[in-house]
Structure formats: C-alpha cells, structure tokens
C-alpha cells in the first residue's frame, strides 16, 4: 500500500484534524449562544417559517423533521463535546472508523444548522468549515498512514481558497489593480479590529506593498502546493504568514484561523521537524504505520472519486470571467467555490440603533444601543473577536450597504427591543435602558471614518462620524405591529 500512504505527513494529519476540530467548537458555541435568538422558535427569522417553504431536498437539514430550541441546544452540546474530543485527540488513539464517525458526525449537525441559517449563516466560510470537516473525517487515525489522496484533495481545497480568493480580487474591482484597495479596506471591512485603526493608518506606499503581496501569495504561492515536499511547505508557510498578517488587521470569524489549519495540511514532516527544532522542540519520527484494513481503503477511494467528479464545478468557476464568489454547488457544501472582497467599499456607512422612553420622539432624548463588534461609540476601541463570529454584527455590515434581504430580519429586531425582549438583549453590548422596554425605537446612518492621529490627541475619538439622515424613523408598539 504504498502508494496510498502519506507516511511523511503524520504530524500535518495530527494538525489539521485538531485545528479543524478546533474551529467545530467555535462554531457549536455560537449555535448554542446565538441560534436560539437569531432564528428559534421566537427568534428574528424562525426556522420553522424557513422550513415550511423550503423543501427537505433543497437544504437538507435535522431541523426539517423535527425542530425545538431543546433540539438546537441538544445540537450544540453534541458538537462540542464531540468536537473537543477530537482536539484532545482522543478519537484519533482508535481505529481509523472512529474519527472517521466523530467529524461525520461534526458535519451533519453543522451541516443541518447551515442549511436553515439563512442570511446569518450565509458565508463562505460555514461552507469551508463543512467541506473541511468532511474531509478531515477520512484522514484516518493513528493506526493508519495518512490515505495521500486524502491529503491531495486538501491541497485542492487550499487552492482554491487562495486561488480563488486571489482571482476575484484581480477580476472584480479596478483597486486592486491599481494597488490601492487598502487605502480604504481596512476602515471599511464589516468588523475591524483593535490594530485596524493603525493599519489604516500606514504610509500609502505600504498600503501598495501590501496588495502587491497578497496578489503574489494568493496567484503565485498556491501553485507550489502542486510539488509536494519542501516546495509545497514553503509555500504553505508563506499561506500562513499572510494569514496571521490579516488576524492582526482585523476580525473575520474563522476565515484566515482555518485557512493557516488546512495550509498545516501540505507541510510535511521533515519541515515540521526542522521548524520545531528552530524553537527547541525535538520530534522524533513515527514508526511505521500498518497496512490500512481493505474498507478503509475502498471508502476512501470512494470518496476521493465522488469529490474529484464534482470539483468540475468549482474548477468551471475557477476559469470563468463570470466568477462566483463564496459558491456552493451542491446542498452538502462539499467542493465549494471561494473569495473575498471582490469589491471594496469606499465609505464606511454604519446602521446606529437608537431608543428613546420619552413620550414625543421629535423632542426625545435618543439613546443609542452599542454592539459587540461593530463600531458605534467613537471612543471605543473595537475588539479582537475572531475567530468567534458574531452574525448579528455582520448583519448589520450588510444592512449598511443597503441589502434588502438583512430588512427581513432588521425590522422583527427593533421589535425585539421594543419588547424588552432578553435573548435579543443578550445579543448586544450595552443596552441603554437596563432591560427596560423603550418607547420608541429608530434606525440612523451615519458615516464613519477612521480618526487621523492629530484628532485622536485633540478629541480621544477613535472614529470620526457625521449624521447621515434616518434609515427608519421612530417606531413604537403600535407602528412595529401595522408592519407585519
């Protein structure tokens, strides 16, 4: 079985099934922290509303059977336990059918949360999460050499991850060929970071430096995952480098912390090995791994040959000028097309709610609610949350940008606050009223900018805004109910 044993690529296999596994708890915390809210029974967009239109075979899901918040809580705590088990390692010490059952596993509960989701689980990087998890599953455990086919059809996801990535930036908007998309890119991204403010500020010259070596490590680097051994290491390495370069700059859920995992997936032993003992940690090699049992070998054939024949797809996308950006091309998210920020936004608009327990809104004093992530108080330093997502404050990037489809849920949240309601309230920051309901509630725009230094020692701000008018008026009671 030699050719189908990756036997210098024990300690990559140990972590990306860790690091993936990783990323599983993040997001089974969020299930269980946000979901209930977001989409519950009571939440701003119910799955049971979601499920009765949406067919079973469209967006196949546990939730279309049977749905309660127990349920969902249920779903959430099987996935971090199971996750963290496999962080630990535990299922991995056992035959290769165990891990194998626990990532499955992973991915049909996640898999089931994803397809009732909607818009706050309409990213790219829920469908990378899926595509990895089931993956990693047939990687097989510590009595077995990594299947190498495996290991191959990681580096193709990684590929097309970056490649893709890198592609739709250089097809889509002309400031990333012209190297200027950074003078706006890190004022305008859906959720800065504590460091964003002084990335923004870097000399501009830097700023072109910058998208000179993203475009390098995301349409050249990825070619070298295709000459596996010290070239493709390498290039990993360089993955990995810009990715913690973009945790540094701002905050995007999981995207750039699995992306530096499933990268792990093309170094091999021999350079862990080397890099380790750069820090004074010696790694002994592993013994040789026994022959694979025949029906592990056959399934993972098996699934080698299903994902080959539908990466047509992606790869159809990969050459198209018409280039689909975060795509999925099958209701099981496998083999998925990826990218971001194909455009940038200019201006930085944000969505400011505000309430009010005065009698006359035209005379009232507004106060306004703060979010976890997204900037508001212009004193406030914006906070490191990735790789935890905060799908409410993404939403409310979208909404800014004026998405239709974030109104539908926009509107039952500021009935939500009406109400006083606590899981919504829980959602947020600070809540100006204590728990307390408002009497009215409205939606303002604003535009923000980041402050230059010179406004910063002269004001203590942060940011700098200006009113942009009102996105929804005031709203009470009486006017929430006549929108329904």
């Known amino acids: 079985m030699e050719w189908f044993d990756a036997e210098g690529y024990t300690i990559a296999r140990e972590v990306v099934q860790r690091g993936v596994a990783a990323v599983f708890v993040l997001g089974f915390v969020a299930v269980l922290r946000q979901f209930r809210p977001l989409l519950g029974e009571h939440g701003l967009l119910p799955v049971p509303a979601f499920t009765a239109r949406v067919p079973f075979r469209a967006s196949p899901s546990l939730f279309h059977r049977w749905f309660s918040d127990g349920l969902v809580v249920a779903v959430g705590w099987v996935g971090v336990v199971v996750a963290l088990t496999l962080v630990a390692g535990l299922p991995q010490q056992g035959p290769p059918w165990l891990p194998m059952l626990a990532f499955l596993l992973l991915w049909a509960l996640y898999l089931s949360v994803v397809n009732v989701g909607q818009v706050f689980y309409g990213f790219g990087w829920e469908s990378l999460l899926l595509e990895a998890g089931f993956l990693v599953a047939f990687l097989g455990s510590d009595d077995v050499a990594p299947p190498v086919t495996v290991l191959a059809l990681l580096w193709w996801l990684v590929f097309r991850l970056e490649f893709g990535a890198g592609l739709i930036k250089w097809r889509g908007d002309p400031a990333w060929r ?158 998925n097309a990826y990218g971001a920020f194909g455009s940038i936004t200019r201006r930085r608009t944000e969505v400011v709610v505000e309430g009010t327990r005065d009698a006359d809104p035209a005379t009232a004093t507004w106060l306004e609610y703060e979010f976890r992530g997204k900037p508001t108080d212009v004193r406030r330093l914006p906070r490191q949350y990735a790789p935890y997502h905060l799908r409410l404050d993404w939403g409310m990037w979208f909404l800014a940008l004026g998405s239709s489809s974030q109104l539908r849920w ?56 200006e009113d942009d008018g009102l996105m929804i008026g005031a709203m009470d009671s009486a006017r929430f109910a006549r929108t329904r």
């Open 410 to 465: 926009f509107v039952p949240f500021l009935g939500k606050l009406l109400e006083g309601d606590g899981p919504t309230l829980r959602l947020l920051a600070h809540d100006p009223f204590g728990g307390e309901r408002p009497r009215w509630v409205r939606a303002h725009l604003y535009r923000y900018r980041f402050a230059t230094r010179a406004e910063r020692r002269a004001t203590g701000q942060r940011w700098v805004r």
């Open 178 to 335: 012209d190297l200027t998309a950074l003078y706006y890119h890190h004022e305008t991204q859906p959720m800065p970071g504590p460091l964003s403010r002084l990335f923004h500020l870097l000399p501009r010259p830097l700023h072109k430096v910058e998208v000179v070596a993203n475009h390098v490590t995301q349409l050249v680097v990825p070619f070298g995952l295709l000459v596996p051994g010290p070239v493709a290491s390498t290039a990993a390495a360089v993955m990995v480098v810009t990715q913690l370069w973009l945790v540094l700059s701002g905050n995007f859920a999981w995207l750039n912390w699995l992306t530096i995992v499933l990268a792990c997936a093309a170094i091999d032993d021999a350079s862990w090995r080397w890099a380790l003992g750069l820090v004074g940690v010696d790694v002994a090699p592993t013994a040789p791994a026994a022959d694979p049992p025949l029906w592990f070998v056959v399934v993972v054939l098996a699934v080698t040959a299903l994902c080959v024949w539908i990466s047509r797809h992606p790869l159809r996308n990969l050459l198209s000028r018409h280039q689909a950006m975060n795509a999925s091309f099958n209701v099981w998210h496998l083999v």
